[in-house]
């Protein structure tokens, strides 16, 4: 009597063993992918009923290279603009004008910040 519970006992443990389902690993033929950069360019202006004014301009080449500023005025006439290029030459590089409080003028890491009269 004690095998025939052990055996029933390993029985419903096998039987009760998740089992996979679906389809598992389905072979693919190879996945065109056209990674090529394509040219475009976006902008826009935008303000809101405080006076903050913001915008922005990007334009790529089919090279893969960016070039784009953006940036913002508020209300105090405080602003910040950033204009940058992108590419595979140089990598990323940006040149900041801003008179916010604090800054100083520095060109840390290929980033150039200039700082403007505050009013």
Known sequence: ????????????????????????????????V????????????????????WNRQEVADGSGAVRGSYGYRDASGIYRTVEYVADDVNGFRANVKSNEPGLISSAPAGVTYTVGNRK
């Open 1 to 32: 009597m004690i095998k025939a519970i052990v055996c029933f006992s390993v029985l419903m443990v096998v039987c009760s063993a998740q089992r996979p389902y679906g389809l598992g690993l389905v072979p693919q033929a190879g996945l065109l």
């Open 34 to 53: 056209d990674d090529k950069p394509e040219p475009y360019q976006f902008g826009y202006n935008a303000a809101d009923e405080y006076g903050t004014q």
